[in-house]
């Protein structure tokens, strides 16, 4: 069984830059897809990024130029560095993994961009 466990989430100010990280619990993290997703108030959840296992990333436009997705597979821990934030990417942020049919989401980290 994968667990996902999402960390560094917070308050910044707009400008400001944040590191989230995705904790997975379980075997062959290298093997799985992943991705972070986001949700804000009133909104559906959205795609922020994905990375394959072949470390292949896709960048939804909004956040293109000013994230970066990453994973560690020594580490089993997936990243999601933020710069330039704005109030509009105020979310909870989610992790997911996946592998053919198996989908796996974290419970969400709760990013704030406020000043």
């Known amino acids: 069984q994968v667990q996902l466990v999402e960390s560094g989430g917070g308050l910044v100010q707009p400008g400001g830059s944040l590191r989230l990280s995705c904790a997975f619990s379980?075997?062959?993290?290298?093997?799985?897809?992943m991705g972070w997703y986001r949700q804000g108030p009133g909104k559906q959840r959205e795609l922020v990024a994905t990375?394959?296992?072949?470390?292949?990333?896709n960048y939804a436009d909004s956040v293109k130029g000013r994230f970066t997705i990453s994973r560690d597979n020594a580490k089993n821990t997936l990243y999601l560095q933020m710069n330039s934030l704005k109030p509009k990417d105020t979310a909870v942020y989610y992790c997911?993994?996946?592998?053919?049919?198996?989908?796996?989401w974290g419970q969400g980290a709760q990013v704030t961009v406020s000043s």
């Open positions: 990375i394959t296992s072949g470390s292949n990333t």
């Open positions: 997911k993994a996946y592998l053919a049919t198996r989908v796996y």
């Open positions: 379980g075997s062959s993290f290298s093997l799985y897809g």
